[in-house]
Antibody, heavy 112, light 113 residues
Framework: QVQLVESGGGVVQPGRSLRLSCAAS????????MHWVRQAPGKGLEWVAV????????EYADSVKGRFTISRDNSKNTLYLQMNSLRVEDTAVYYC?????WGQGTLVTVSS | DVVMTQSPLSLPVTLGQPASISCRSSQSLVHSDGNTYFNWYQQRPGQSPRRLIY???NRDSGVPDRFSGSGSGTDFTLKISRVEAEDVGVYYC??????????FGQGTKVEIK
């Protein structure tokens, strides 16, 4: 069955970096655009970034543009999110999704 | 950006009774290819979102037939014909026609009276 398993979350100080990973299985990873969506504690869903099938074309939310980088390795069926210059307001559960299926999420807490 | 506005934001319902959630977009969600890229998601407490309905009215595999989606253009509705205890959670609408960004409604919290 389809599985999306995120990892890499944790507690980090403002200004530092973190890299999230999402291991995909059970579907044809290469045929999907893959997204990161985040959810701040007690809040709604916010789209963060997308990478299309070839990993060349990418789009970002204005709130993370210039700080976050999305990438993918189709040989490993894995999606990544490199998060630099983290801010307190980046605190959220980060989900990997193709909008058909969602992972369980990984919590990123930015705090001094 | 397309703004998605859900109502109500809180929906107390009696078990076995119907429920309805509205979602309005700030512009038509009809894509130039003729499709309408509009989905409904359910997020049960402590869980990740799960897609219920895609392209306005298509129910996902495994979704009970008490859930139905309808609408067109800028106005969309999710209906639950008879609410069950397992339907408690937050429901989100999402548009994927005009991107970036993909945008979500604020969420509607369904609870049992």
């Amino acid at each position: 069955q389809v599985q999306l398993v995120e990892s890499g979350g944790g507690v980090v100080q403002p200004g530092r970096s973190l890299r999230l990973s999402c291991a995909a299985s059970g579907f044809s990873f290469i045929t999907y655009g893959m997204h990161w969506v985040r959810q701040a504690p007690g809040k709604g869903l916010e789209w963060v970034a997308v990478t299309w099938w070839d990993g060349v074309d990418k789009e970002y939310a204005d709130s993370v543009k210039g700080r976050f980088t999305i990438s993918r390795d189709n040989s490993k069926n894995t999606l990544y999110l490199q998060m630099n210059s983290l801010r307190v307001e980046d605190t959220a559960v980060y989900y990997c999704t193709n909008f058909d299926y969602w992972g369980q999420g990984t919590l990123v807490t930015v705090s001094s | 950006d397309v703004v998605m506005t859900q109502s109500p934001l809180s929906l107390p319902v009696t078990l076995g009774q119907p429920a309805s959630i509205s979602c309005r977009s700030s512009q038509s969600l009809v894509h130039s290819d003729g499709n309408t890229y509009f989905n409904w998601y359910q997020q049960r407490p402590g869980q990740s979102p799960r897609r219920l309905i895609y392209e306005v009215s298509n129910r996902d595999s495994g979704v009970p037939d008490r859930f139905s989606g309808s609408g067109s253009g800028t106005d969309f509705t999710l209906k639950i014909s008879r609410v069950e205890a397992e339907d408690v959670g937050v429901y989100y609408c999402m548009q994927g026609t005009h991107w970036p960004p993909w945008t979500f409604g604020q969420g509607t919290k369904v609870e049992i009276k």
